[in-house]
Structure formats: C-alpha cells, structure tokens
C-alpha cells in the first residue's frame, strides 16, 4: 500500500491521489521553451528588422524620423494591442498551438509585405499585419509554459522565453548587416516582382523563412491546464471582475513594466541611428557593436532576473518580481544617460552592456501574473499585459525619442540625448507603479496559494 508521504508527493504531481495532472518531462518542458523562444527570436527579427533600414527608406520614400518612429510604434502597437486582446480570449477555450501557428504564418508574410510597400499608407497597412500576427504569440506562449513549469521554476523559464527577444534583436541586427552588405545598393532582380532596392529584398529575406519555421510549433505538447477555478468560466466578464478584485497589483505591474518597455524600445529603436549619425562608421561596424551588446546583456540580464526572482520568492518575498526592477530601474536610467552622451566607442559599448543588463523584464513581468492570475484568466490577463505595455511602452518609447528629436531639440544629432531624455523621464514612473503594487501583490500571491492549497485538499 502507498505510504502517505508517497500518495501526498503524487498528489502534488498530478498522480491518482490529486487534481492537477503531472508535469511534463524535463526534456519536453525545455523542448517547448526552446521552440517558443525560437519564434520569440523570430517575431523580434520580423519586428526589428526595420530598425537598420531606416536611412534607405527615408530617402526613397521621403520620411521624417517621426514617421519611421510611428512605423516602428504607435502604428505596429495599434494591431498588435487589439489582436492580443482577441488572442487572449480566443487562448483561454482552444488549442494554444493552432494560434500560434497561424500568428506566425500571418506576421512572416506581413514582414515580406513591408518590402513591397510604395508608400507610407502601404507601409502602415504591413506593420499592422506584422502587430496582428505577433500578438498571438506572447500570451499562448505564457499559458503553456505556466503550465509546463512548477511554480517555483517559473520565472527562470519564462526568462528563457523573454531572452528569445534579445536573440530576434541580435539576429536582426546580424543578419540585417549581412543582408544590406550583401544585396547590391542598385538592388536585385526578384522573379515575378522586378526589380527591388535592397531594403525591400532586406524584408522579403527576413519574413518569408517564417511560414516553414511555424510548423515547428506541432512538435511540442499543448499541456493540460492546471490551476483553473472550478467555479468559474473563461468568460470575459468573469476575468474583469477578477482583475478588479486586485485592481491595484494589475495597474501598477501593468504601468510599471509599460515603462520599462517605452525605454526598451526606445533606446532598441534608435541604437542603430545613434551610431551612425554620432560616429563615423558603416552600418556593418553598428552591427557588429551592437549585437553581441543586445545578446549577451539582454540574455544575460533576463536570466539573472528569473533566477533571482525565484530566489528570492522561494525564500518568502512574495512581492519580489516587483521590488527586483524598482532597483535595476533606477540603475537603467544612469547606465543608458552615460551611454548615450558617450564620447567614444568603448565608453559606450560598456555602459549599453549594462543598460541591457537591466532591461531583463521580458519574463519576470508575465511571470508575476501567472503566480497570481487562475488558469482560467491567463490568456486574457496576459493579453491585457501586453495591451498596456504594447500602447504605452512599444507604441510610445520609439515615438517619444523621434519627437524629441524631431520637435524638441530639432537636430538630427541628438538622438542620444532624446533616448537618455525618455529613459530619465518613465523610470521614475515605474518605479512609483511597482511600488505601488508591493502590498497587493503580496496579498494576491497568498490567495492563489490558499486556492491552491483549498483544491489540492478537496481533490
């Protein structure tokens, strides 16, 4: 006969004896990691690739930087806050796979779109397909991995997740050099489409591989979902009024890591452009500077982050995914104003590592919200998630800095100082959100542990 001890342990794993079913494998729970973070990688390589581009398309098509910040912002957010809302409900009820399948197939061939463009009106429509298809992404992707993983795994695996992020923009960056460097400036011959100037090919290159890497997402498992409530359904009305039930933990997570996306995005956007204009170097040499910076700080940063967190939430600091990013947020503004008034290379290349260091956020913030939120909410909430931080923080980081460039200090040379000027003005705003959402964190992460516990009891 099973002994107590071994019937609880199974009950814990989702054996005979408990409700929630086992947790996958090692190996499968780091196989699927690893095909998510593939297409992480790959939607911040369809969504950055512009970044590099920026000089040949203002020039054949007659932009401003306000316009290539509307592109890269308000314009790619709009689609991609609207679907993600969709996304999130349509995740809750069917299978996570098939949205993630088809979020990918429909954003590569919106990003190949964007190389065929003529116009602004054009290109606004490309970068709506592009937000469209990768708002499916990031919230299916949360949902499985929450329930691939332990509880107190789960900020690690997620930072694993959010470092695809930091490889699309190194990729981006790589591949982007290496495609502008290899296409000829007069352009190619494309059969059926013509002639092309190089930074259309640039786009065809980068999105059309997707629609074959999208079928890797059949080789990993849709798990069963774990830590629903009963009693409750996926209904839109059933999550609200969960949210407002701890409104005050989801508007300061919500605002405090929107504001660490609008310095994100906004110095990622602009990086390229700030080296160019500020050093005289090709765009092969920006390339080469900035993706290993963007690789290894930012895979270096997330990954301290989840470990830390989980951590420090293992040891009791219920709130600790809030508190880690009030710290490395007031540390982010200083290393990114030392960077961007650099008068060197090296001085720069230092201090952008460190900025990307404390920029690790893309996993501990969803993470957070699945300690707290039911299964049954967790694609909806996640989507919100990404509303906020999508229309505040990726919409406008990269619109801020083109506007300050543009309209504050009117000279194309202060870039630097419009990216550090953003930075120095939103950090202490996310620091006053997190702060804000200590105590109902804490509060939220022993209900979900009660709940937890009431479930586990009852099965």
């Not at 699927?32 to 040949?56: E, H, K, N, Y």
Request: hydrophobic share 50%; net charge positive.
């Amino acid at each position: 006969m099973m002994s107590e001890t071994a019937a609880a342990r199974r009950g814990k794993t989702g054996g005979e004896a408990g409700r929630e079913p086992a947790y996958p494998s090692s190996g499968r729970a780091w196989w699927s990691v690893g095909v998510l973070t593939l297409l992480s990688c790959l939607s911040l390589l369809d969504r950055q690739i512009m970044a590099l581009l920026i000089p040949d398309m203002r020039r054949d098509l007659g932009l401003t930087d306000f316009h290539m910040g509307l592109l890269q912002g308000v314009v790619f957010s709009a689609f991609y806050v609207t679907f993600g809302l969709l996304f999130g409900w349509i995740i809750d009820r069917f299978s996570r796979r098939a949205v993630i399948f088809a979020g990918v197939t429909f954003w590569s061939m919106a990003t190949a779109a964007c190389g065929l463009a003529g116009n602004f009106f054009q290109l606004i429509l490309a970068r709506f397909g592009v937000g469209a298809g990768e708002a499916a992404l990031n919230p299916a992707g949360y949902s499985i991995i929450s329930d691939t993983f332990p509880r107190h795994r789960l900020s690690l695996a997620m930072s694993v997740f959010g470092a695809g992020s930091y490889l699309g923009i190194g990729v981006s960056l790589v591949l982007g050099g290496y495609l502008i460097d290899a296409f000829p400036k007069e352009g190619v011959v494309v059969p059926v489409l013509g002639h092309l100037s190089a930074w259309r090919a640039v786009f065809l290159a980068a999105g059309l591989p997707g629609l074959l890497i999208a079928f890797l997402i059949w080789t990993m498992a849709d798990p069963p979902r774990r830590g629903r409530v009963e009693q409750a359904s996926s209904s839109i009305g059933d999550t609200v009024g969960f949210m407002r039930q701890h409104w005050r933990f989801y508007t300061g997570h919500f605002l405090g890591f929107a504001m660490l996306a609008a310095s994100g995005y906004g110095f990622q956007v602009w990086s390229p452009t700030f080296l160019l204009r500020n050093f005289d170097i090709e765009i092969t040499q920006v390339v080469n500077i900035l993706a290993p910076i963007t690789v290894i700080g930012g895979i270096t940063g997330g990954l301290l982050a989840g470990f830390v967190t989980d951590r420090l939430f293992a040891r009791g600091m219920r709130d600790a995914h809030l508190r880690y990013f009030m710290v490395t947020a007031v540390f982010h503004a200083v290393f990114l104003l030392l960077a961007m008034t650099s008068t060197s290379l090296e001085r720069f290349i230092v201090f952008m590592i460190l900025v990307n260091i404390t920029s690790g956020y893309a996993g501990v913030g969803p993470a957070a919200l699945q300690l707290v939120t039911p299964n049954n909410y967790r694609g909806q909430v996640s989507a919100c998630l990404l509303f906020v931080t999508s229309l505040l923080g990726t919409g406008l980081g990269p619109v801020i800095v083109g506007g300050f460039t543009t309209y504050l200090f009117k000279d194309d040379a202060k870039v630097g100082w419009a990216i550090a000027l953003n930075a120095l003005v939103v950090m202490p705003l996310a620091i006053l959100a997190f702060a804000s959402a200590l105590k109902p964190m804490r509060r939220a992460v022993d209900e979900a542990e009660a709940r937890a516990g009431s479930e586990a009891s009852g099965a």
